[in-house]
């Protein structure tokens, strides 16, 4: 696929986010909650809160992390005024062994920064992310990479949320080259039900790499892939429960989707997360 034509296809890519967004309850990836963008001007206030929880099975753009088994995760944020900073970590299970990417790793850390500025209703988030994997041997390409990203969010009726947000990196995990990823978002919240506060959330997400080692290692022998969810969350007081279906289009000729890791046939996950103060 062409320059021009890989172009054209991240915005016909972004225009049917746009859509799913704006006419379903679709919602962001999994370990992060549906966007709430709220134009509030909080000034140069200094905020933080911490977050651990365990989810059944770790997926990442549709691709498990944790050989479907349940991981713990926990990170801690930071934000002064616009600018903000996190770590984010989790178990992980990339076949560690002599047939496995992983080496002696099993965990994932991420480390994150950027500014979420606003402009009337809408709230801009321009960061960057580091993706390291201590202990990984690296031996079939360095797993460790860094991404940027560009997104805007906003609340509709102050009950439905939607975003969007485009993802790059130069050198994508396990040396395949550069990868665009884009993600529409959305999530509705309804009235209190009992002690729950119950959520409609869900994801459509594409990516496009530009050579062989990204198609042969998540393309399956194409260029691109589209990977969804969509799930209900219960959140009471600082806990939150998610009941989450995941997907995607890749072929599963080969039974690519279904090796010892990295699946990414259909799955349903479940998560618990607990966030302080």
Known sequence: MTTTSKIAALCGAAGIALFAISGTAAADGYEYSAPAAEAVDEGRKFTYSFNLGVVSDYIYRGFSQSD????MQGGIDVAYGIAYLGWWASGIDFGNGP?????????????????????????????????????????????????FKAGVSTTFHEKLSTGL???WTPEYTGETGSVWTLEGAAGYEFNKVWVFTPSLTGTLGWQIGDNTAWESTFGNGRDNYLYWNAGI?????????????????????????????????????????????
């Open 68 to 71: 479907r088994d349940p991981v």
């Open 99 to 147: 047939d496995g990417v992983g080496g002696d790793a099993e965990v994932e850390m991420n480390l994150y920064g950027g500014f979420k500025p606003t402009w009337g209703q809408y709230e801009f988030d321009f960061g960057v992310i580091y993706y390291f994997y201590p202990g990984a041997s690296d031996a079939q390409g360095e797993l460790d990479f860094v991404e």
């Open 165 to 167: 947000t485009v993802f």
């Open 233 to 277: 969350e219960l959140a009471v007081e600082k806990l939150t429960f998610d009941f989450r279906y995941w997907d995607t289009n890749v072929s599963n000729s080969g039974g690519f989707c279904d090796g010892p890791f990295f699946q990414c046939g259909s799955a349903f996950v479940f998560s618990a997360k607990v966030e302080l103060p």
